[in-house]
């Protein structure tokens, strides 16, 4: 499954941006999607997932100012990022569970 995630950039404290998570390849229609971000000088972390059923879970830190949706008609899953924060500075990935798959990121740079 190739992944390629989009809706990166540069914004102030407070502000939000939604990232897209767009999958094509023979099994991606199904299955798990996952966010992942990695800070700068820091190993990747889990940010959310969303199941094919629809049932989501995220980091706890992050619940209440993420979230998490997904259009299986697009092969499309989306992060909706509010309030964002310095600290969610990093590089944001999307991962297919059920192959393994990742993609390439897309850059998210909070400013204060």
């Known amino acids: 499954v190739q992944l390629v995630e989009s809706g990166g950039g540069l914004v102030q404290a407070g502000g939000s941006l939604r990232l897209s998570c767009i999958a094509s390849?023979?099994?991606?229609?199904?299955?798990?999607i996952a966010w992942y971000r990695q800070p700068p000088g820091k190993s990747r972390e889990f940010v959310s997932i969303?199941?094919?059923?629809?049932?989501?879970n995220f980091k706890p830190s992050l619940k209440g100012r993420f979230t998490i949706s997904r259009d299986d008609a697009k092969n499309a899953v989306y992060l909706q990022m509010n309030s964002l924060k310095p600290d969610d500075t990093a590089r944001y990935y999307c991962?297919?569970?059920?192959?393994?798959?990742w993609g390439r990121g897309t850059q998210v740079t909070v400013s204060s």
């Open positions: 991962n297919h569970v059920p192959t393994g798959d």
């Open positions: 390849g023979a099994t991606s229609g199904t299955g798990a």
């Open positions: 969303i199941d094919s059923d629809g049932t989501t």
